[in-house]
């Protein structure tokens, strides 16, 4: 396997070791802004095409130990409606990411982008999430913000925030909000496999590294439910936000 493996840059190990252990802990429920973090920290040491192709299968690895954990706790409305519109968001996406692949400069600012206006959501959310006044969406909303959530989540497995601002005036519990938002980006990533296979980001190299980081993953996952269930995620957030806007900044100056 040694012998298939890309020759990265030390710095790749080290963001990606990073990268997937967040995504592990995020997938279990804890500290929802750690997943958002994993592709544009990759991207600062390969090409974004590669970093989210290579984070796809390990999302996916993930998957199997949260939806595991959470099957029964899910608001299924939410989920239905959020999942038609991202159908249609991730064909958008599609289109968008073969138009630009080859086209580093736009992607890697793209992804920058992008984990700016999660710094700013996450703000605005702290600030605005308590005086949030209890309401059921509209279906409309659902369809809409779903679209928002699988182009995003295409283009930098960054949908999470357009999830959130359906979510949370519902007010749920904690446990089932994180079990929605766990069943829907399981289903959302399993989407979006074939349009990676259609734009042709797989190969043997990127299959061989998904393979020596995917421990990290069961680690991360089972990390994150311990902390989930012992502490707040506040500081941890802000610290991952923290990152997130500094790696944000980085893409978008090149």
Not at 217 to 223: D, H, I, M, N, W
């Amino acid at each position: 396997m040694i012998e298939i493996l890309p020759s990265y840059s030390p710095w790749f190990w080290v963001a990606a070791g990073v990268a997937v252990l967040f995504l592990g802990i995020a997938k279990a429920g804890f500290g929802g802004g750690a997943g958002v973090l994993g592709t544009p920290l990759i991207a600062l040491t390969i090409p974004v095409g590669d970093a989210v192709a290579l984070l796809l299968p390990l999302l996916m690895f993930c998957d199997v130990f949260s939806v595991w954990h959470y099957w029964s706790t899910f608001h299924r409305r939410s989920v239905v409606l959020l999942l038609t519109g991202a159908a249609l968001g991730i064909a958008a996406g599609t289109v968008f990411f073969g138009y630009f692949l080859d086209n580093t400069a736009i992607l890697r600012t793209g992804v920058g982008v992008l984990a700016l206006v999660f710094v700013g959501f996450h703000a605005l959310r702290s600030l605005a999430g308590k005086a949030l006044e209890a309401r059921h969406p509209h279906a409309a909303e659902g369809v809409m913000l779903g679209i928002l959530s699988g182009f995003t989540s295409t283009l930098a497995h960054a949908g999470g925030a357009p999830v959130a601002v359906y979510l949370l005036p519902q007010h749920l519990s904690r446990e089932l909000y994180v079990g929605t938002t766990v069943i829907v980006f399981a289903a959302l990533n399993g989407m979006k496999l074939p349009p990676y296979i259609w734009l042709d980001l797989y190969h043997l190299g990127n299959l061989a590294t998904v393979a020596v980081l995917a421990p990290l993953t069961f680690v991360g996952v089972r990390l994150g439910i311990l902390l989930n269930r012992r502490f707040s995620d506040l500081w941890f957030n802000r610290v991952i936000y923290g990152i997130l806007l500094v790696t944000g900044v980085k893409l978008v100056a090149g």
